[in-house]
């Protein structure tokens, strides 16, 4: 997908405050999930929320203020499986629908799917 269409994307789904309310609800499911819970731990729930929204804003087409590690080093020794990554997929799958148009949810399910190989664990 083009930088130009992410952008479209971004926009058509309400902008930041639509991501980061799929962001809450995503978390909100895969917390409530006894397969991804452990996964989240140990983990600062906050500061991953707001790197979700700041990187899933910045790979939809939003300002590019994602300052973080990259999704490859933020995942490195976690032992991320496919399955698991498929089940936080399917989470978000859930978090978009009714709360960004049908229409975009393909597309950024396409992007997300594209760094399956940086975040699992090979």
């Known amino acids: 997908m083009d930088t130009h269409e992410s952008s479209r994307i971004f926009e058509r789904i309400g902008g930041q405050q639509v991501v980061a309310a799929v962001v809450d609800e995503l978390y909100r499911r895969v ?27 910045m790979a939809l087409g939003g300002e590019p203020v994602y300052a973080g590690r990259s999704m490859e080093q933020a995942h ?18 859930q978090a978009l629908r ?24 090979h």
């Open 31 to 57: 917390l409530r999930d006894p397969a991804l819970a452990p996964k989240f731990a140990d983990v600062d729930m906050q500061q991953l929320r707001n790197h979700q929204v700041a990187f899933l804003a």
């Open 76 to 93: 490195r020794g976690l032992g991320i499986t496919r399955r698991q990554f498929a089940g936080v997929a399917a989470h978000l799958h």
């Open 98 to 121: 009714g709360i960004v148009p049908e229409a975009e949810i393909e597309q950024i399910l396409v992007t997300v799917a594209s760094l399956q190989d940086q975040v699992v664990e």
